[in-house]
Structure formats: structure tokens, C-alpha cells
T-cell receptor, first 114, second 117 residues
Framework: AQKITQTQPGMFVQEKEAVTLDCTYD???????LFWYKQPSSGEMIFLIY??????QNATEGRYSLNFQKARKSANLVISASQLGDSAMYFC???????????FGTGTRLQVFP | EAGVAQSPRYKIIEKRQSVAFWCNPI?????LYWYQQILGQGPKLLIQ????????DSQLPKDRFSAERLKGVDSTLKIQPAKLEDSAVYLC???????????????FGPGTRLTVT
């Protein structure tokens, strides 16, 4: 069975600083995808970044980067130069090889202060 | 490009009543998903459609929940009768086609927040 674990219920970061949100996963699939979504108070899930299990390089999307350590089964999200608008819930999710169902973690609430 | 539309945004009902949610996916998206997000948890897939056929409904409580996508476009999710534990946000998502990788990204709607009293 697939499982996502996010151990940080809440994180605080000062504006313009970098922050790392932790995510570990468990799967027996040899091929899988890892995702990070942002959920602001408005409720919709906004896709941030994707990492494939066979990708050799860590994914980057603007201020977002994914620190992928396959042997440790971790896929941490790094947000550089935090902005006040980054305050939201952040969810790590995974998808196995033979399914497009997303399995989500419990999320981390990030609060950015001036 | 218009995003995934959902209505209503909020709904309050009493237990044992029925309720229906509507979702209109992004134009051209063949795959549609309904997720349930209970407070403090991540979303959990309830049902997945490919066009108008069901791909996965293994976590749908079929004694009270039903969903349809008759013409392969918009979809309705119904709960009858509702229980207190059904209080949650119901998220609809769509993707162009099935599969893995970023080509098959799921796009989410704003959700419907259901409160059962």
C-alpha cells in the first residue's frame, strides 16, 4: 500500500527566507510520481511541482524545488524567498505506476510573517 | 481556459437529509475525480470517471453515496441520507487523459464545503 507522511503540522517562516516542508513516502511500486500541492484558504488545490521516481535531477519550478532522496524515500519541498502569499496548507501526494489516483499526506500549514 | 467549476460552494444540511454536488470539468478533460477532504486530513479519492464510465469507486460508501457522469462531461455526487461524519470538503478534479507524469496533471475545483448538523 502507498502512504505519504508529513510530520510537520505547522511551520513558520519569515518573509524572504527559505523553508523546507518534509514529506516521506512508502510504496512498493518501482515507478511512481510525487507531487506537491498548495491549498489556500479558498479551498482549491494548486499544483506546484512534480518529481518522477526515475528522474535523475531534482525538480524545480520557480521558487519551488523538490529535494528528492530516493534511498531515504523523502521528497521535501523547498520554498525559497518566501512571500506572504505563500501562507497556505501544503500537501505532498504520490501516484503509483498503474493508477492515476493521488494519495495525499495530512498536510503542513505554512505561515509567512513579515 | 476556464477551470473546474463546482457548485454550491457551501451547504448546510441536517443528518438524514440528502444533498447533491455538481462539477463541470475543464473542457476536453476525459477523466474526472471526486475527492473527500475531512478537516485536518488530505483529500481521499471517492470515485474516478473516464468519460462516462467508472474507473475506481473502491472507497465510495455505496450505501449512501452515488455519482454519475451521464454524458461524459459534468458530474453530480449525491449523499442520501447524510451522516454527521460526511461533513467535509468535496473536491472535484479533472485531467486530460489517464496516466502518470505531468502530462496528466489533475486540476482541482474550489470544492464544496458540506456541514451536516
Amino acid at each position: 500500500a502507498q502512504k505519504i507522511t508529513q510530520t510537520q503540522p505547522g511551520m513558520f517562516v519569515q518573509e524572504k527566507e527559505a523553508v523546507t516542508l518534509d514529506c516521506t513516502y512508502d510504496t512498493s511500486d518501482p515507478s511512481y510520481g510525487l507531487f506537491w500541492y498548495k491549498q489556500p484558504s479558498s479551498g482549491e488545490m494548486i499544483f506546484l511541482i512534480y518529481q518522477g521516481s526515475y528522474d535523475q535531477q531534482n525538480a524545480t519550478e520557480g521558487r519551488y524545488s523538490l529535494n528528492f532522496q530516493k534511498a531515504r524515500k523523502s521528497a521535501n519541498l523547498v520554498i525559497s524567498a518566501s512571500q506572504l502569499g505563500d501562507s497556505a496548507m501544503y500537501f505532498c501526494a504520490m501516484r503509483g505506476r498503474d493508477t492515476d489516483k493521488l494519495i495525499f499526506g495530512t498536510g503542513t500549514r505554512l505561515q509567512v510573517f513579515p | 481556459e476556464a477551470g473546474v467549476a463546482q457548485s454550491p460552494r457551501y451547504k448546510i444540511i441536517e443528518k438524514r437529509q440528502s444533498v447533491a454536488f455538481w462539477c463541470n470539468p475543464i473542457s476536453g478533460h476525459a477523466t474526472l475525480y471526486w475527492y473527500q477532504q475531512i478537516l485536518g486530513q488530505g483529500p481521499k479519492l471517492l470515485i474516478q470517471f473516464q468519460n462516462n464510465g467508472v474507473v475506481d469507486d473502491s472507497q465510495l460508501p455505496k450505501d449512501r453515496f452515488s455519482a454519475e457522469r451521464l454524458k461524459g462531461v459534468d458530474s453530480t455526487l449525491k449523499i442520501q441520507p447524510a451522516k454527521l461524519e460526511d461533513s467535509a470538503v468535496y473536491l472535484c478534479a479533472s485531467s486530460l487523459i489517464r496516466g502518470t507524469g505531468t502530462d496528466y496533471e489533475q486540476y482541482f475545483g474550489p470544492g464544496t464545503r458540506l456541514t451536516v448538523t
